[in-house]
């Protein structure tokens, strides 16, 4: 069974940073791009950042320069970095892998077949 499982959320103040992990089992994904989606109440979820097999990043132009995704296939986890937060990165934030091998990280929420719970994230003004 796979699990992706999420960690590092809180509540933070505007300007601070938080750590967001993501532990998969159940398979090895080092082949595959993982990506972070978040989504605020009301509201779609969205691209985030993302990570190809090959580990080449791509970011939403709201977080570029602020956000780092990695990853370590060595330990099947994925990582996003995030500085700088702003009340308006307050969302859930989404794990997701792509269930097709050396292809970049899709853009679309609908195009992955593996996610995670989520974990909240709250940034006070």
């Known amino acids: 069974q796979v699990q992706l499982v999420e960690s590092g959320g809180g509540l933070v103040q505007d300007g601070g940073s938080l750590r967001l992990s993501c532990a998969a089992s159940g398979r090895t994904f080092r082949s595959n791009a993982m990506a972070w989606f978040r989504q605020a109440p009301g509201k779609d979820r969205d691209f985030v950042a993302g990570?190809?097999?090959?580990?080449?990043?791509y970011y939403a132009d709201s977080v570029k320069d602020r956000f780092t995704i990695s990853r370590d296939n060595a330990v099947n986890t994925v990582s996003l970095q995030m500085n700088s937060l702003k009340p308006e990165d307050t969302a859930v934030y989404y794990c997701?892998?792509?269930?097709?091998?050396?292809?970049?990280?899709?853009?679309?929420?609908?195009?992955?077949?593996?996610w995670g719970q989520g974990t909240q994230v709250t940034v006070s003004s």
């Open positions: 997701a892998a792509y269930g097709s091998s050396y292809y970049p990280p899709p853009k679309r929420w609908e195009e992955y077949d593996y």
């Open positions: 990570i190809s097999w090959r580990s080449s990043t």
